[in-house]
């Protein structure tokens, strides 16, 4: 019926708000520190370890720090590639050398200067994503726009993708259905744990 009320909808909607509460109580310092110690979870994980190419985003200052990622990637010489928004509202990714060459775009997101070379991520590629909730089994809410979802769409070719949180975002369930891509891995500051069979 027209007009009715959509429980998934609506599922999301309570989920977000709680989760927003919770991040945006986490302390700057407390952030960076996470995003260091995830970030050398990652390093040590063979998929982002032998991944010609580390697909990543610049954080919110509401999620957990990115930028020791990046950092850690550029000392070893692995290529760095960031996200930009497409006016069909799916994502491009281009290298980016420096933090520094990271721009303000759509949204009032970090994200590569117009003249950096944009790139295809490959199936022996890993992708870290952004989430505003996860569970065990990798399934992945974000925060509505569908961007990840479109760009990789369950079932069709993708890098390996990692969802990066801090442990309080991790949940019993996320509501999802079958148009929401999920992760194959999960990483916190706690934590890296395979939702899906590992790489070979």
């Known amino acids: 019926m027209s007009g009715s009320p959509d429980p998934l909808a609506s599922e999301k909607r309570r989920l977000r708000e709680e989760m927003a509460t919770q991040r945006s109580a986490v ?7 996470a995003g260091e110690a ?23 200052p509401d999620e957990i720090a990115t930028r020791p990622l990046f950092d850690a990637l ?16 799916t994502l491009e990714f281009a290298r980016v050398e420096r933090w520094d060459d990271l721009r303000r775009g759509r949204y009032g997101l970090l994200e590569p200067g117009e003249d950096a070379t944009v790139e295809r991520l490959e199936s022996r590629d890993a ?20 961007y990840y979802d479109r760009s990789f769409p369950p079932g069709a070719p993708a890098p390996v993708l990692i969802g990066l949180a ?5 949940v019993d369930c996320v509501p999802c ?15 890296l744990r395979w939702v899906a069979a590992e790489p070979q």
């Open 38 to 60: 995830a970030a050398r979870l990652l390093l040590a994980e063979r998929a982002v370890h032998e991944a010609g190419r580390v697909g990543l985003y610049a954080s919110l």
């Open 177 to 191: 259905n079958e148009r929401d891509r999920g992760v194959e891995a999960l990483v916190t500051e706690l934590a």
């Open 127 to 146: 992708l870290v994503v952004p989430g505003v909730a996860f569970d065990a089994r990798g399934h992945r809410l974000g925060r509505g726009g569908g």
């Open 74 to 89: 550029r000392s070893r010489g692995v290529a760095a590639l960031f996200p930009r928004c497409r006016t069909d509202r």
């Open 166 to 170: 801090y442990e309080l975002q991790v």
């Open 27 to 33: 302390p700057e310092a407390r952030a960076q520190a």
